[in-house]
């Protein structure tokens, strides 16, 4: 560990590494935490109260860290603008706070949701790690030898039943999709951090398998489009909690953040059925 950082908002590691928003974090045993993100690697450990060792140097911190934690907003401070709006998304917010909503990499996360539906979150790691350790370039830390997550470009050639051996299931032909449409850029990732939010959802569902849980999903941890609110099993469940009225509309360009914190709540708060 190189830095020692002073983190000042909420910011929670075991509550993100759950949160299902991301499925490469590792906790290494000695409350380290790795992260991932492109050819980046993040070893972080909080040393005391707001303290916290990282691996990084200050300036790659500041470039690709600050970004990927979206230390860009204050988290206590939208948190400060919910309450008392809806008596359940206190509860949420009171037992998720800490959570963050990490800018993932695009293609990681689009792929990562397409493999996700019908899935639990083990069996979701297990296969993005899978795909990692087949195709992905590999990265020698001080910690361990790992393999990235794999482009769009390192795919093309695997075939269906290389794929499918990842644990892909029924999802198979809709990464081998994925894989064709991006890496012939039709659509450009990298272009569609232009595009409205509505425009961003349209495109991405062109490509086979991604609907609109996906597709919102990529929008919200791939592109940071804070408004997005992925509707699943889980978020449709803490809506008929609500009396069957969605409480989002509530939280404007906050709602993808409060989904998080709803998220949370309902498969890790107490008393309540564990998906993972």
Not at 26 to 43: K, P, Q, S
Not at 64 to 77: C, H, I, L, N, Q
Request: aromatic share 10%; with cysteine.
């Amino acid at each position: 560990m190189a830095e020692l950082l002073e983190i000042k908002d909420d910011f929670d590691l075991e509550k993100i590494a759950r949160s299902g928003q991301c499925f490469r974090v590792r906790n290494l045993g000695d409350e380290t935490w790795r992260f991932v993100t492109r050819e980046h690697v993040l070893y972080i450990k909080e040393t005391e109260n707001r303290r916290f060792s990282v691996s990084c140097t200050s300036e790659e911190w500041n470039r690709v860290w600050s970004r990927y934690f979206d230390f860009g907003r204050s988290y206590a401070e939208i948190v400060k603008r919910a309450a008392g709006l809806h008596p359940f998304i206190d509860e949420a917010m009171d037992f998720s706070r800490g959570l963050r909503v990490l800018r993932q990499d695009p293609w990681e996360t689009l792929v990562s949701f397409i493999i996700s539906q019908r899935k639990t979150i083990p069996a979701i790691m297990k296969s993005v790690e899978a795909m990692a350790g087949r195709y992905g370039t590999p990265v020698e830390t001080e910690y361990e030898t790992l393999r990235l997550f794999p482009s769009s470009e390192a795919l093309v050639l695997a075939s269906a039943e290389d794929l499918a051996a990842c644990g892909l299931g029924y999802r198979t032909p809709y990464v081998m999709d994925a894989v064709q449409k991006v890496a012939s850029g039709k659509p450009d990732l990298n272009e569609l951090e232009k595009n409205s939010d509505d425009e961003l959802l349209s495109a991405l569902m062109t490509i086979r398998g991604v609907g609109i849980k996906v597709a919102r999903c990529t929008a919200l941890f791939g592109y940071g489009r804070m408004a997005s609110v992925p509707i699943d099993v889980w978020i449709s469940r803490a809506i008929e909690e609500c009396g069957g009225e969605s409480p989002f509309g509530l939280f404007g360009e906050d709602a993808g953040i409060i989904q998080q914190y709803v998220f949370n709540y309902m498969i890790h708060g107490k008393d309540r059925n564990k998906a993972d």
